[in-house]
Nanobody, 122 residues
């Protein structure tokens, strides 16, 4: 069974930074494409970033491009999301996801974490 666990969320002032981590409990972690999604209160879940199994390709939502960086360390079964220049509108629960398809569509991912709250204050 594949389990994902996010960490690193918290409260930060606008303009600040946070780094989220997602640890995957799977012996075949390196075979999964990975993604970050987020959901703000009253809003639909939205794509944030994705990375291929090798880490060689990445995708970003326009709203985070240039501010967020997705990366992974396959030796540690861990994916990261470095978030800089945070804005109030980045406030959401952030979820990591794993699957066999490299996609911005959440339905392409089979496994999901429980989420970590990121709150950006003014």
């Amino acid at each position: 069974q594949v389990q994902l666990g996010e960490s690193g969320g918290g409260l930060v002032q606008a303009g600040g930074s946070l780094r989220l981590s997602c640890i995957v409990s799977s012996r075949t972690y390196e075979s999964y494409h990975m993604g970050w999604f987020r959901q703000a209160p009253g809003e639909a879940r939205e794509f944030v970033a994705a990375i291929t199994w090798s880490g060689g390709n990445t995708l970003y939502a326009d709203s985070v491009k240039g501010r967020f960086t997705i990366s992974r360390d396959n030796a540690k079964n861990t994916m990261y999301l470095q978030m800089n220049s945070l804005k109030l509108e980045d406030t959401a629960v952030y979820y990591c996801a794993a699957g066999g398809t490299y996609s911005i569509d959440g339905h392409a991912y089979h496994y999901w974490g429980q989420g970590t709250q990121v709150t950006v204050s003014s």
